[in-house]
């Protein structure tokens, strides 16, 4: 199993960029993929997740109306488009899986030991 992430880079705050994360090796449609970041200094956070079933999403709050996730089955890949991009949104991110199983709400879905397999990270920097 693996996950590519990809699509990181540098921009000005109020720019956007769109992160991919690329799966092989599922014998299995995970339950959720979810977008995580980790800024320098600070513990990893869940940003967003997608159901594989029905395509649900939720956000955090400090991404709501600015990011969106999507997802297309036929390639395997999750996009995170992130728009109006702001200093805090500096980190690392890594797109993540968790197994399928039942149904599980944002509570669980926004923690990083709900996921069992993780991608390598893109670097995300927004600074003027």
């Known amino acids: 199993v693996q996950l590519q992430a990809s699509g990181g880079g540098s921009v000005q705050p109020g720019g956007s960029l769109r992160l991919s994360c690329v799966a092989s090796?599922?014998?299995?449609?995970?339950?959720?993929t979810a977008w995580f970041r980790q800024a320098p200094g600070k513990e990893r956070e869940g940003v967003s997740f997608?159901?594989?079933?029905?395509?649900?999403?939720d956000y955090i709050d400090s991404v709501q109306g600015r990011f969106t996730i999507s997802r297309d089955s036929a390639t395997n890949t999750v996009y995170l488009q992130m728009m109006s991009l702001k200093p805090e949104d500096t980190g690392v991110y890594f797109c993540?899986?968790?197994?399928?199983?039942?149904?599980?709400?944002?509570?669980?879905?926004?923690?990083?030991?709900?996921?069992?397999?993780w991608g390598q990270g893109t670097l995300v920097t927004v600074s003027s």
């Open positions: 993540a899986t968790t197994p399928p199983g039942i149904w599980k709400g944002s509570n669980w879905l926004f923690r990083t030991d709900e996921y069992d397999h």
């Open positions: 090796g599922f014998t299995r449609k995970p339950y959720a």
């Open positions: 997608i159901r594989s079933s029905d395509d649900t999403t």
